[in-house]
């Protein structure tokens, strides 16, 4: 690090717009990591100023106060105190503080100069002040606080162009005079507020119209369902053609490149190990890009908070929150986006209990399992003169993983040790449209998290998959297909027993360990079993037609209940040891949902059984 | 009065916030929210099941509390 690298941490309120401060300081210069044993967000980034400097930016969790509540928050008080193990104390603190929130932001701004640290303070949003009338006087501010203040638009072009002169000029701002240790923030806010700021109304009107309409009983809640069912309509229509593609795309990339090559091992692990790994990484950026381009554009708009607020008391009762109903929406497209999605939710707990129940609700991975034995199994009847008995047995699979769910996290409620309160206390921020440049750096780096952190191990698991489905290859003079001679089905083979009491046959067992790479997956791979070949649609056609000779009513039922709880979605158990950093909570959830796959199976196989 | 029996749309002053345990981390987090003595408060909504939770006006910032941690702050009705 040269001589010349200041280190500056961003610090502030949550919803203060220290983020889009950050990102129009550091533009697509950051770098977004984890802290060290802890999955909160670390953001840095490089500022170059106009006279040649370098300047290390951290843009710290928001936090309400030193007084810390969440992981967030404490990470934040102790980067500041310049005590966080492995991290320098930054050299200035630029306070960042809504300038139409200040009764609220001055507070923690009086609780960072306590520290007396160098610091600024950016008087940021100024812009939305003025517009409300807000009157402020900035010299009387600094004399009083005895820090610099200046004033910042985190979303105009050059609206930080005073702060980055700041910086550069090379001398720190003196460290501020300290107040009292006993004195009473509140009425030091109070006073500063009286002799520095006229205010002629207390909130913005659209924000009172807004919710009005936004946060009303009945049209509140049909405005949120609306919503909730463009956005499914959004993922489905533009998402299923953009996986597709790419699953084409990465298929006939590994047709060319192993075009010219001999048949054998090596092809083989090109075309169905590597090509097959890259294809299923790939194939989930779209829907991780589409669902979280909504997620962003409702979180920067400050209506996702408003969902959590009309839907906190229904989600409380079950031992969650009402921030929970998003990610768990998610999941309904893929757990890897919707258990991504928690991140917004504060209480360590309430996060954890959603990301051990994303993985019920049915993703979309699982409608090809679901049509198949659906159409294989149950008949096109039509029930009480009204409803379609295929139709009421998808419906039954969905609500199935809704309503284990609901249990799930209601059983995670009454074992927990930790009972005290879970807080919801949660700041409902002023409509604003979203910053195209902040909702575009925030997809950015969800695909990077993804990408890098996650996409590994995926990648990795589906070659060890490849290796165990073809390794050893079938002898001379095999009657069977290859797979069963391999070790994925030695290993089908020997778990049969364990699955007998569920009514699996060891064609579903070898089938199930493919299926590992992704739920879907065990589609083809029943094909592979069955010795078929061609495109999936005519492989599953086909194998309807096998499966319905073959297997009794029950095995195909107990299947179907297999599948609400399906374990076996490498990718999900990936996407929350990332989450979590806990390999414990993994196995956990592994373990759990393999119990419950389990007993489901059972019950399904042994009521169906008696009944046939 | 408790902020929960406040009804909506009426100026209220926070006279206390009491600790429903011994050092409430909730209570504790509510004052640095700004809910201390001699603050100006208004319900504006109601969650839609139960009226819960509360959405409280306090200063330039709405918070959605729960009732249970609604019902640590006390409020007088400012005079109409």
């Known amino acids: 690090m040269s001589e010349a690298t200041l280190r500056v941490a961003l610090v502030g309120n949550p919803n203060c717009g220290k983020t889009a401060l950050f990102n129009q300081l550091t533009g697509s210069r950051q770098k977004v990591a984890n802290y060290a044993g802890v999955t909160v967000e670390r953001k840095e980034g490089r500022v170059y100023t106009p006279a040649g400097r370098i300047i ?14 969440s992981p967030d928050e404490e990470i934040t008080r102790d980067i500041c105190h310049g005590r966080y193990p492995g991290e320098a104390a930054p050299d200035l603190l630029v306070c960042v503080a809504d300038a139409t929130n200040l009764r609220l932001h001055l507070r923690f701004v009086l609780e960072v100069q306590r520290l007396g640290r160098p610091m600024v303070v950016a008087l940021n949003m100024m812009d939305a002040a003025r517009k409300r009338g807000v009157r402020i006087d900035i010299d009387e501010l600094q004399r009083r606080l005895g820090v610099p203040v200046i004033e910042t638009v985190a979303v105009r072009r050059n609206g930080a162009a005073d702060l980055v002169a700041k910086l550069d ?25 009286l002799a520095t700021v006229s205010m002629p109304s207390r909130t913005g009107r659209i924000d009172d119209a807004l919710d009005r309409i936004v946060l009303h009983p009945v049209a509140g809640l049909a405005i949120l369902a609306v919503l909730m069912f463009l956005i499914f309509q959004a993922v489905f229509s533009w998402a299923t053609p953009l996986t597709d593609g ?8 590994g047709t060319l490149v192993t075009q010219s090559m001999p048949e054998g091992v090596l092809k083989s692990l090109l075309v169905n190990g590597v090509f097959v790994g890259l294809g299923t990484v790939l194939v989930f950026l779209p829907l991780i890009l589409i669902l979280f381009f909504f997620i962003l554009v409702l979180e920067e708009s400050g209506y996702l908070p408003r969902a959590a607020f009309l839907l906190d008391r229904m989600m409380y009762g079950v031992g969650l929150t009402g921030r929970a109903f998003i990610p768990l929406l998610s999941s309904f497209a893929c757990a890897i986006p919707g258990i991504m999605a928690t991140r917004s ?8 209990t959603t990301i051990l129940v994303a993985p019920l609700m049915t993703c979309s991975a699982r409608l090809p399992v679901y049509a198949l034995l659906i159409a294989a199994f149950i008949p096109r009847e039509t029930v009480w003169g009204l409803f379609n008995l295929q139709g009421i047995v998808l419906f039954a699979l969905y609500f199935a993983g809704i309503i284990s769910a609901l249990i799930v996290a209601a059983v995670m409620k009454y074992v927990r040790r930790d009972k005290s309160e879970h807080t919801l206390l949660m700041e409902l921020p002023s409509y604003r449209l979203p910053n195209p440049r902040d909702v575009a750096i925030g997809l950015k780096d969800r695909a990077m998290i993804f990408l890098k952190r996650v996409g590994g191990i995926i990648f990795t698991l589906i070659v060890l998959l490849w290796v165990l489905s073809s390794f050893p290859g079938a002898p001379e003079g095999a009657t069977l297909p290859p797979i069963d001679y391999s070790l994925a089905g030695m290993i089908g083979h020997f778990l049969q027993p364990l699955f007998a009491p569920i009514g699996f046959g060891w064609q579903i067992c070898v089938a199930l360990i493919p299926g590992l790479a992704a739920r879907e997956v065990a589609v083809s791979a029943l094909g592979t079993v069955y010795a078929m070949s061609g495109p999936t649609d005519t492989v599953s056609l086909q194998l309807g037609h096998v499966i319905a000779q073959q297997w009794s009513l029950a095995t195909a039922l107990s299947l179907l209940a297999w599948y609400v709880f399906a ?11 990332r989450e979590t950093g806990s390999w414990k909570i993994v196995a956990v959830a592994a373990g759990y949902l393999f119990a419950l796959a389990y007993a489901a199976s059972f019950i399904t196989f042994r009521i169906a059984g008696a009944l046939t | 009065m408790r902020l929960t029996e406040l009804p ?24 640095d929210l700004g809910f201390v003595a001699g603050e100006l408060v208004e319900i504006v909504a109601y969650g839609p099941v139960q009226r819960d939770p509360l959405l409280v006006q306090i200063g330039y910032t709405r918070f959605a509390l729960r009732r249970t941690e609604a019902a640590r702050v006390s409020v007088a009705q400012e005079p109409a």
Not at chain 1, 246 to 253: S, V
């Open chain 1, 246 to 253: 790419i699953d084409a795309g990465i298929t006939a990339l």
């Open chain 1, 567 to 577: 374990p076996q979605c490498l990718s999900t158990l990936a996407i929350i040891r």
């Open chain 2, 8 to 31: 909506k749309h009426v100026a209220a002053t926070v006279t206390a916030v009491e600790e429903l345990v011994a050092a409430d981390p909730i209570t504790r987090r509510l004052r």
């Open chain 1, 56 to 69: 290390q930016l951290l843009d710290l969790p928001g936090a309400y106060s030193f007084d810390a509540a």
């Open chain 1, 169 to 193: 000029s090379h001398e720190l701002p003196p460290a501020p005079p300290a107040l009292p240790a006993d004195a009473d923030l509140h009425i030091a806010v109070r006073e500063i507020l």
């Open chain 1, 345 to 352: 939710i504060q209480d360590p707990r309430d996060r954890l």
